[in-house]
């Protein structure tokens, strides 16, 4: 009998951050921010106590592009280097790892699984580390809701979330994304985080729409474990809106 994979380096050094508290990714658009200004929004970032760098956000986007700003941000700063993807085009081995993501919601198979079929031997070919995550798209989903042709969950159906999540932990999926959508007006209910939180036993992510730290706070205290940030960054740079939000992650580990 084939023994099952042990986790790799990248989720195992996540997992043991996890052990310690919450912590927070960094989502870099290498199209908005390509190369050297990934890196310096990296290291910013990382000195202010972000844990990861989340590499992506465009559809679209090249090889050459996605391998760039991997390239710059690992050269700048020692945290891991995740692809956000949107499918194989973009894979570089630059990177150290891929959520190798199921977009659980959605009605185009090829977002289900048909597209990680074709991405699965780009991955292995590349080296790239891939981390199982289940993504579910909350209402209002925004422009991934779109491009993703998903049946949004509502924003007060907390057992449909719930459902999906423990489905995708059953799956054997090791992580769960409750995803917003990029610069939504307000982030995925606490309520509904709370629930699917209690029901699941592997971490749970939360992003879209979070842009204060009060709304950080009040993710992290539903049972948010990792909270991603991009469109703040995006307009904002790393300004106090951004340092309160890491702020309330270091608070939440007793940092």
């Known amino acids: 009998m084939t023994a099952v994979r042990p986790t790799g380096p990248v989720e195992s050094r996540l997992l043991r951050e996890l052990a310690g508290g919450p912590i927070h990714f960094t989502l870099i658009d290498p199209d908005k921010s390509p190369g050297d200004r990934a890196a310096a929004l990296a290291r910013g970032a990382v000195e202010q106590g972000s844990d ?69 031997p780009v991955v292995r070919a590349l080296g ?55 610069g939504a007006p307000a982030p995925v209910p606490a309520t509904m985080v709370r629930a699917v939180r209690d029901a699941l036993s592997i971490p749970l992510v939360v992003g879209g729409g979070i842009r204060s730290a009060t709304e950080a706070s009040t993710l992290l205290a539903a049972g948010a474990q990792v909270l991603v940030t991009g469109t703040i960054t995006e307009e904002q740079g790393l300004g106090p809106e951004f340092r309160g939000i890491l702020e309330e992650v270091r608070r939440a580990r007793g940092r």
């Not at 925004?142 to 932990?169: F, I, N």
């Open 128 to 182: 790239l580390e891939p981390i199982p995550l289940g993504y579910l798209v909350v209402a209002p989903g925004m422009r991934v809701g779109e491009v993703g042709q998903v049946d949004a969950v509502g924003r007060d159906d907390s057992a449909s979330a719930l459902g999906y999540a423990l489905a995708a932990e059953y799956l054997g999926m090791r992580f769960v994304y409750l995803e917003a959508g990029s």
């Open 52 to 120: 990861a760098v989340l590499l992506g956000g465009s559809t679209g986007i090249s090889r050459e592009v996605m391998g760039s700003a991997a390239k710059a941000i690992k050269a700048a700063v020692d945290v891991p280097v995740i692809i956000f993807p949107e499918g194989p085009g973009s894979l570089t081995r630059e990177a150290d790892a891929v959520l190798f993501m199921s977009l659980l919601n959605s009605r185009n198979l090829d977002l289900v699984i048909r597209a990680h079929a074709r991405a699965a």
